[in-house]
C-alpha cells in the first residue's frame, strides 16, 4: 500500500514536471540548442568526415538516464550540404540507444561501443551498424558540449525561459522527493507495514500541501509570463 | 495542382476567390452570420475578409520573420519545433504545410521527408509565398518543395493525398474554418493526421491579462516601429481574441470528421497544438 502510495506520488510527481517542461517547451529549447551546436561543428568540419550518403534519412533516438525526453537525430544529406536535424518523441526510429552521459563520455574517449554494450552500459535496440556510424561522426566533430552548450544557452532568447523552467522542475521535483522521504520515515520509525489512520491523515495533507505548492508554482509560472509580457 | 514553382505569376486568388464563399454555419462565433463575419473585432461581409486579411499579409510578407521573432522573443521558433516533434514526420510523407507563409515547417518537413517524400507548401497570399519560396531556396532546398497558391476552404488537391497536413497560424484568418477543416479532411489519407497550431486561450486569468495587455498595448506599437504597420498588428491582435479556445477547436475538427482529437497548451495556453485523425 505504502509502495503504492510512493509509486504513485512519483508518477504524479513525474507527470507534473514533465507538464511543466512541456509547456515550457523545455525539451525544444534543448534540441533547437543542441541541433545548432551539431551543425556548426558539422560546417566546420565537412571535408574530414565519413561519407553521409550510407546514413541519409536515418534516424538515431538517444534515451539517457539524466534526461527526462529523448533525443533522435536525423541524417539529411543533400548534393549540396549535409544537416542533422534534432527532435525529441519521434514515432519511429532506425536504431534506439539506453544509456547515460557517463558512458557517453567513455565512448568520447575512445571506448568501442561493443565493449560498452558488454560492460551493460549501453544498450542498443535496431541497427547497430547505425549506432557505430553515428558514434564516429560524434568522435571525429569532438565537441566540447559543456563549453557550447554554456555559450549557446547564453545567446538564446529563450534562455531565461529555460532557467526558469529549471528551477520549477525542480521544485516541483524536490516535493515529490519530500515526501516520498516522509513516507519513508514512517515505514522505519513505527516499523509497521500495515497503514494507520493517522498515516492516512498525514498523506492526504501532504497530498494537500503539494497541491498547494503546485498551485503557487502555477502562480509563480504566471508571474513569470507576465514579468516577460512587460519587457 | 497548380504549381506557382515554375510560374511565379499565378492567379491570385487572395483578391478573387476560386469559388464563392457559401453560407454554411461556423460553430466558433455567434456572432457569425449568413454573410457577416469578423475581421479582428470588426464585423464585416463575409466576401470582403478574404481581401482585407489579404491587405495585412501583401503588407506584412517583407517583414513576417524578423516580426515573427520579435513579437514571440523568438517562441514561435519553439512552438513550430513542438508541432515537428508531433507530426510523426517519416522519409516518403507527403505533408501539406497549408497557410504555410514563409515556409518555416516547410523547411523542416522538406529534411526529414527525403528526395522519395514531398512538402507542399500552400497559401492563399502570393507575397507570403514569394517571400518563402526565396526563403527556401537560399536555404539550399528545392529538390521536393512545390508551391501552391490556394485557398484553405477549396483545396485543390485529390482526396486522400497527403499524410500530414499542418496549419501553423492561419486557421484563424479563415473565413469559413469548418469549411477549411472538411476540406483538409478530405485531403488527408486513411490515418493521416491533422496539426493546428494556433494562439488560443491561456489557462490563467493573469496570463490572460499580462497576454491583453502585450497584444493591444506593445505588439500595435512595435508593428509601427519596426514593419510601419501598426494597423496590421492590431488586426492580428484583434483576430486571435477572436479565435475560438481550445474546446471549441476541438469540437470543430470533430464536427469535421476528425478523430482522436486531442490538444497540448503551449506556453500557458498562449497556443494551442490540435491534433486529429482521419481513419
Ligand atoms: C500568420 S501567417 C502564418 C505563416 C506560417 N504558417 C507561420 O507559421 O509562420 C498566416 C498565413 O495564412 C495565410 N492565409 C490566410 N487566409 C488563408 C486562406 N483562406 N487559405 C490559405 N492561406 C491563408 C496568409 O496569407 C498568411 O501567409
Known amino acids: 500500500m505504502q509502495t503504492s502510495n510512493n509509486q504513485a506520488l512519483t508518477q504524479l510527481n513525474t507527470q507534473a514536471s514533465t507538464q511543466v517542461s512541456d509547456s515550457l517547451l523545455l525539451p525544444q529549447v534543448a534540441t533547437a540548442t543542441i541541433e545548432l551546436i551539431i551543425n556548426k561543428a558539422l560546417a566546420l568540419n565537412n571535408n574530414k568526415l565519413v561519407s553521409f550518403s550510407a546514413i541519409n534519412q536515418k534516424t538515431l533516438t538517444l534515451k539517457l538516464a539524466e534526461l527526462s525526453f529523448p533525443l533522435s537525430f536525423t541524417v539529411n544529406s543533400t548534393a549540396s550540404a549535409t544537416g542533422i536535424i534534432v527532435r525529441t518523441h519521434v514515432e519511429s526510429s532506425d536504431c534506439t540507444i539506453n544509456t547515460s552521459i557517463k558512458t557517453l563520455k567513455k565512448l568520447k574517449a575512445k571506448q568501442s561501443l561493443t565493449l560498452l554494450i558488454k560492460q551493460d552500459e549501453l544498450d542498443v535496440n535496431g541497427d547497430i551498424k547505425l549506432a557505430q556510424q553515428f558514434a564516429n561522426i560524434a568522435q571525429s566533430l569532438a565537441i566540447d558540449w559543456q563549453s557550447e552548450l554554456a555559450r549557446h544557452l547564453g545567446d538564446v532568447p529563450t534562455h531565461k525561459l529555460l532557467h526558469f523552467g529549471n528551477k520549477i522542475t525542480k521544485s516541483v521535483s524536490a516535493a515529490g522527493k519530500k515526501i516520498e522521504a516522509d513516507i519513508g520515515e514512517y515505514l522505519v520509525h513505527e516499523k509497521r507495514l500495515v497503514v494507520t489512520t493517522s498515516q492516512i491523515a498525514s498523506f492526504n495533507q501532504q497530498t494537500k500541501d503539494i497541491a498547494s505548492q503546485v498551485d503557487s508554482l502555477s502562480e509563480r509560472i504566471d508571474k513569470l509570463f507576465s514579468d516577460i509580457a512587460e519587457k | ?279
Not at chain 2, 495542382?1 to 453560407?23: E, W
Not at chain 2, 504555410?100 to 517524400?117: H, N
Not at chain 2, 483545396?155 to 476540406?183: H, M
Open chain 2, 1 to 279: 495542382m497548380s504549381s506557382t514553382d515554375q510560374n511565379s505569376q499565378a492567379n491570385d486568388l487572395s483578391t478573387s476567390p476560386q469559388a464563392p464563399v457559401d453560407a454554411d454555419t461556423s460553430v466558433d462565433n455567434s456572432a457569425e452570420s449568413k454573410d457577416t463575419t469578423h475581421f479582428g473585432y470588426k464585423t464585416i461581409e463575409k466576401d470582403d475578409k478574404i481581401s482585407m486579411v489579404a491587405g495585412v499579409f501583401h503588407s506584412v510578407a517583407k517583414q513576417y520573420d524578423v516580426m515573427n521573432d520579435l513579437m514571440s522573443f523568438g517562441i514561435h521558433r519553439l512552438w513550430k519545433r513542438f508541432t515537428i516533434d508531433a507530426s510523426g514526420v517519416r522519409p516518403g510523407n507527403k505533408v501539406l504545410d497549408l497557410a504555410g507563409g514563409t515556409g518555416d515547417l516547410t523547411a523542416k518537413f522538406s529534411q526529414l521527408v527525403g528526395r522519395e517524400g514531398k512538402v507542399v507548401l500552400a497559401d492563399i497570399n502570393s507575397s507570403m509565398l514569394n517571400v518563402g519560396r526565396d526563403k527556401l531556396r537560399d536555404k539550399g532546398l528545392v529538390q521536393n518543395i512545390e508551391y501552391v497558391q490556394a485557398n484553405a476552404e477549396y483545396l485543390p488537391f485529390e482526396e486522400n493525398t497527403f499524410d500530414i497536413v499542418t496549419i501553423a497560424f492561419g486557421l484563424r484568418n479563415v473565413t469559413d474554418k469548418d469549411k477549411a477543416l472538411r476540406s483538409i479532411y478530405s485531403v488527408l489519407k486513411p490515418g493521416g493526421r491533422l496539426l493546428v497550431l494556433e494562439f488560443s486561450k491561456p489557462e490563467h486569468e493573469l496570463l490572460n491579462k499580462a497576454y491583453d495587455f502585450y497584444s493591444f498595448n506593445i505588439l500595435p506599437k512595435m508593428g509601427e516601429l519596426v514593419a510601419k504597420d501598426g494597423e496590421s498588428y492590431q488586426y492580428l491582435a484583434e483576430s486571435i481574441r477572436m479565435h475560438p479556445d481550445q474546446e471549441t477547436l476541438k469540437a470543430m475538427m470533430e464536427n469535421a470528421g476528425f478523430e482522436q482529437t486531442t490538444f497540448k497548451n503551449l506556453t500557458g495556453g498562449v497556443v494551442a497544438l490540435h491534433k486529429g485523425y482521419k481513419f
